[in-house]
Structures are given as C-alpha cells and as structure tokens.
C-alpha cells in the first residue's frame, strides 16, 4: 500500500516533504538562460531539487497554483516533474485541494490520479461535505493511491471557520476530524495508518497533543514549518517517535541558494544544507 510505502521512507529517509512550490524569480539565471521553454525551465530547476535531495527526504509536494499561473506551459512542467518522481520511484503529493462532489469529483479524480497529472497522494477540502470524498476510495482501497484532507489548516484565517464551536460546543475542525477518522479506520494497513490522512498546519500547538492523541492511527501532513512559523518542537508535538507525519518546507529548502554567491555553481551543497538542517531541528539527525 502507498501508505505503507510512505511510513517506511519517513523510518529510512526522516519526515521532510519537499515543497515544490517554484516561482520563476527562485530559478538561477543560469538554467533560465540556457532552456528557452518555461516548461523546461521549471522543470529542470525541480528536477536539480530533487537530484540534491532525493535521498534524504522522504517526500515531495506540488502545489499546482505555480504551475497553474504559468498557464499552459506551467502544467507541463507539473506533468514532467511527477512523471519524473514516478519514474524514480519517489513519493507525490498533488497539493491541488479539490473539494467538489459526484460527477465532478471523478473527473478530478481522473485528472490527478491517473493520466499526465498523476500523483501517489492528493489533497482535499472536506467542507463541501463527505461526499466529496467518497468518489476517491475505490483507489484507496486498492492501497495504490492515498489522500490528505483539510483538517486544521496553518494560516490565521482557519479561526474564521475551522475553530467555530458546534451546538456541541466541539470545533468544526473535530467534527470533520472525527468522522475522518471514523472513515480512515476502514482503510488500516500494516504500519498502523491508514492512506486517508489529514493536513493539520503545526503552526496552531496548544491542540496539538489533543489532536495527535484523539488521531492516533491518522497520517498527517503538516504545512506550516519555516516561513509560516513553525519550529522542529512544534512540529514534533504532531508526530509519533518521529513518524505518523511528515513537515513540509517549500520557501526554506528550494530557496536556499538565493543570493549567495556560488548560488548556481554549489546549488546542491546549499538544498541540501537546508534539508539537513530541518531534519537537525526536528530530530531525525539525533534518533
């Protein structure tokens, strides 16, 4: 099963995503003078990231809006870095936040789990209601494909609707947790979680044992670290002896060259710093 498949790389390679989030002003001119395409641009800039770093994370995040605002050329560059990670045999996530019901659904479940756009993982918006999930766990269930659902997110703005407390008096971001979590336990494989995972942003920690604690067998990918605030403490409050989750970094590892002076000639020495630094200040250098 992907998820399976997902906890073992985080055992072996520790638990930090790269976030393949690429704006063209991250791009040395170097790579920018030399392919003509921006397709080609981009994805040779990806494709030097994931070279650097392929061996000391265990993961990689799309967020499609890049590419989207590139228009057509953009999504090729999408298309060529997943095909890429495919074929070396590294894990995707497809950060597109699809959140749309029946028809609908199984064409965005075509899009992204099959076809040019395809990815081992996805992300979703629960808020339309559950049954904008449903149309995906037939690939759940054959084990091959897996998804990260919005739970509490890492911006300010999840307290304007995520944090609104029920007749019940229990946040929204419980009620959705919870029947998450009842759907994800159907779906248990070996290592103990389940390919129905949920984003919980770690830069929001005073819930964070509760929620790690009320979700024990939930796989979390955790946005936040970085540039938004989070720290490795905080972060870890999410994870379970270091697994159970793994931290996305986008700005902080795929920027790391910028504005030194061998930015271009020691770019892999400067991503892969950034990376190890990140696994220093979440622990996975001292286990």
């Not at 560059?77 to 950060?95: F, H, P, R, V």
């Not at 490795?232 to 790391?256: E, W």
Request: proline share 2%; hydrophobic share 35%.
């Amino acid at each position: 099963m992907i998820i399976e498949k997902l906890y073992n790389r985080v055992e072996e390679k520790g638990c930090v995503c790269v976030g393949l989030d690429t704006a063209i002003d991250y791009i040395p001119d170097q790579i920018k003078n030399k392919y003509q395409d921006i397709d080609e641009v981009v994805f040779q800039f990806n494709k030097r990231i994931i070279d650097a770093t392929y061996d000391i994370v265990s993961t990689y995040k799309l967020q499609i809006a890049y590419y989207e605002a590139l228009g057509i050329k953009g999504l090729i560059a999408y298309s060529k870095t997943l095909k890429y990670l495919k074929a070396n045999d590294l894990i995707s996530i497809g950060d597109i936040k699809r959140g749309d019901i029946a028809t609908t659904a199984i064409m965005y479940k075509r899009a992204h789990f099959e076809g040019d756009f395809e990815a081992d993982f996805i992300t979703l918006n629960p808020y339309m209601g559950f049954d904008s999930i449903m149309p995906y766990l037939d690939n759940i269930a054959n084990g091959d494909k897996g998804v990260f659902v919005l739970l509490r997110t890492s911006n300010p703005g999840a307290k304007d609707i995520e944090y609104l407390k029920c007749e019940d008096g229990k946040e929204i971001y419980y009620h959705v947790g919870d029947k998450l979590y009842e759907l994800s336990n159907q779906y248990l494989s070996s290592c103990g979680y389940s390919p129905i995972g949920a984003v919980v942003g770690g830069t929001h920690i005073d819930e964070a044992i509760e929620i790690r604690n009320r979700y024990e067998n939930m796989f979390f990918l955790i946005p936040g670290y970085g540039a938004q605030g989070a720290k490795g403490n905080d972060v870890n409050l999410y994870l379970k002896n270091g697994n159970g989750g793994i931290v996305n970094s986008s700005r902080g590892i795929i920027t790391a060259h910028k504005g030194k002076e061998d930015e271009y000639e020691n770019f892999n020495q400067h991503i892969r710093k950034a990376v190890f630094d990140m696994r220093e200040d979440i622990g996975f250098e001292r286990r």
